[in-house]
């Protein structure tokens, strides 16, 4: 470990975070990253590390891929900005004409840009609110949707992401997450919604249902494809629109280029974000055309919406995802971790269950296996000594003891097995000190 030359110390950077940074800005991990290329980061220190966060979920095709720079270079080169409701310019149509090729929906599809994902959020609601004439909006429990108002509302988790920003956005629902390590079935859930749609909210007075076919913040656990269609058949029965939010499932993490393609169910709505511009700041919603056309002229947009360069970045990610055949990747890359976290199952008590679709893999951790005590300081520690040994990693989970992967799909070999077994030393340990204890 040596210092960049003319790199400020992280020190130095800790003293600035500290003067000028509200604590409610919370990283995961003390570092502080000079640079990064593919599947490494380094700090400022010069300290080099595993990448399995990606930016929580936002470089699929790893970092500095020499053709998204180049793509983002050229646009560079050429213009920056005119705000797309001032005058439009070719890469937002262009990645327009590809996200619609690509989307799940049936029929026709026509897609809006923005900047974040709570950001496409908010307007898949705004946009299923305006087509169908009704208000009320039914989110899931374990969900994370974003940051903003109606966004925040729609999440199912209090803290951190709720706590003291009351009051909230009205005519929002929530209903069961199929979660059947801690007691949820598919039929339980959609039980407890008939009875949502029956003695709380009447179906006719309800725009969508907006859902993570795999939770992201809420512990990586995929919607089995029985509920997927059990919500498909309510919205058909009721006039309601099905939004799948892809912000993290999506651009070929779990196989396929959206998660929600597993179980055969046709969205009217799709989100996405994150990867879509290997970390340039890009969104955007994809959907029926007639649903997307609901709104009035002039009632959708954002100044900074669809930058020219980041979709220039996002048409050169969807090249790399086809020509490095990425969803390929993405399935080997979900069964090696399958086979792994399986083996660790069995030889760690800690490890309560294992799940994932893809490469979007977790280990929930436990104190009382077979029980389901979430083992959560366990966690921390994990994720402490993992850093320590050079990787990077992310919790997740409304317990916080949930290891999450999501590193870059074209992740060598050689880098994934040194990152497994960093992570497979510190469970071992983890799961010392817990037999320990008990």
């Known amino acids: 470990m040596s210092q960049v030359p003319g790199q400020p110390s992280q020190a130095e950077l800790a003293e600035l975070r500290g003067k000028y940074l509200p604590r409610g800005l919370k990283s995961a991990h003390p570092v502080f990253v000079d640079h990064a290329r593919g599947s490494l980061l380094w700090g400022a220190d010069g300290t080099e590390y595993l990448d399995f966060a990606g930016g929580i979920g936002a470089m699929n095709v790893g970092h500095s891929h020499p053709l998204v720079l180049d793509a983002a270079h050229r646009q560079l080169d050429k213009l920056t900005h005119t705000s797309f409701q001032v005058a439009g310019y070719e890469s937002y149509l262009r990645l327009a004409a590809r996200i619609a090729s690509l989307a799940p929906g049936a029929g026709s599809q026509k897609v809006i840009l923005f900047n974040s994902g709570a950001e496409a959020v908010e307007n898949s609601v705004k946009i299923a609110r305006a087509y169908s004439g009704r208000t009320a909006v039914i989110g899931f429990t374990g969900a994370f949707h974003g940051r903003t ?13 709720k706590e003291g920003f009351g009051p909230f956005a009205p005519a929002v629902y929530r209903a069961p997450y199929p979660y059947e390590f801690r007691g949820w079935s598919v039929q339980r859930c959609l039980e407890d919604l008939q009875r949502l749609l029956d003695q709380e909210i009447p179906a006719e007075q309800v725009a969508a249902f907006l859902i993570e076919p795999v939770l992201g913040e809420g512990g990586f656990v995929p919607a089995p494809a029985e509920f997927l269609q059990g919500l498909r058949r309510v919205c058909d029965e009721h006039g309601i629109l099905l939004i799948a939010d892809e912000v993290q499932s999506g651009m070929g993490r779990t196989g396929r280029m959206f998660a929600i393609e597993h179980s055969g169910v046709s969205p ?96 929930e951790l436990v104190t009382d296996r077979p029980g389901t005590t979430p083992a959560s300081e366990a966690a921390t520690r994990i994720l402490e000594g993992c850093r320590q040994d050079g990787l990077l990693l992310l919790k997740a989970g409304p317990y916080q003891n949930v ?8 992740i060598p070999d050689e880098v994934l097995d040194r990152g497994l077994d960093i992570i497979e030393r510190n469970l071992a340990s983890a799961d010392a000190e817990l037999r320990t204890s008990t």
């Open 149 to 161: 108002l109606l966004a925040m509302t729609l999440t199912g988790t209090d803290r951190p992401y």
């Open 268 to 363: 009217d709505m799709t989100i996405f974000a994150k990867s879509v511009a290997a970390g340039l700041p890009l969104s955007g919603v994809v959907g029926n055309a007639s649903v997307m056309d609901g709104p009035e002229p002039g009632s959708l947009g954002g100044t900074y919406g669809g930058n020219p360069v980041a979709c220039a970045a996002a048409l050169a990610v969807l090249d790399v995802i086809e020509d490095e055949k990425l969803l390929a990747r993405a399935t080997t890359l979900g069964s090696l971790l399958e086979e792994r976290m399986a083996d660790w199952k069995n030889e760690f008590r800690i490890v309560g269950d294992v799940r994932g679709l893809g490469a979007m893999a977790a280990l």
């Open 403 to 410: 290891l999450r992967t999501l590193m870059p799909l074209n």
